[in-house]
């Protein structure tokens, strides 16, 4: 890679360059091992689970350098656009107060 950046700038305010090259390669890949389960709601009442395990070899090209990421992701959708605190909205809810959307 190639960067042409700005080195300095002079009293008259003419701007000098310098190219700077870079070798982006790798001999080292990085390998990703990974297990991932997900639950997704089933309305806009319900909760999704999303869990995800994973084992990271060569971490960013280095070599050896291996770990594990562990991850869970419990997901509720917070649905204020019908009901938040006390306040409802009457579009949400039929004649007898039951929620329309379930």
Avoid: H
């Avoid at 909760?47 to 090209?61: D, P, T, V």
């Avoid at 992701?73 to 009901?83: A, D, E, F, S």
């Amino acid at each position: 890679m190639v960067l042409n950046v700005p080195k300095y700038v002079d009293q008259n305010g003419n701007v000098t360059y310098e190219n700077i090259k870079t070798d982006l390669s790798t001999r080292n890949f990085e390998r990703n091992y990974g297990f991932y389960y997900s639950i997704d709601p089933e309305n806009n009442n319900s909760y999704g689970l999303k869990f995800k395990a994973e084992y990271r070899q060569n971490i960013s090209g280095i070599e050896n350098k291996n770990g594990i990421n562990l991850g869970i992701n419990y997901v509720k959708k917070l649905n204020t656009n019908c009901k938040f605190l006390w306040m409802k909205n009457p579009k949400c809810f039929d004649e007898n107060g039951k929620f329309k959307f379930e």
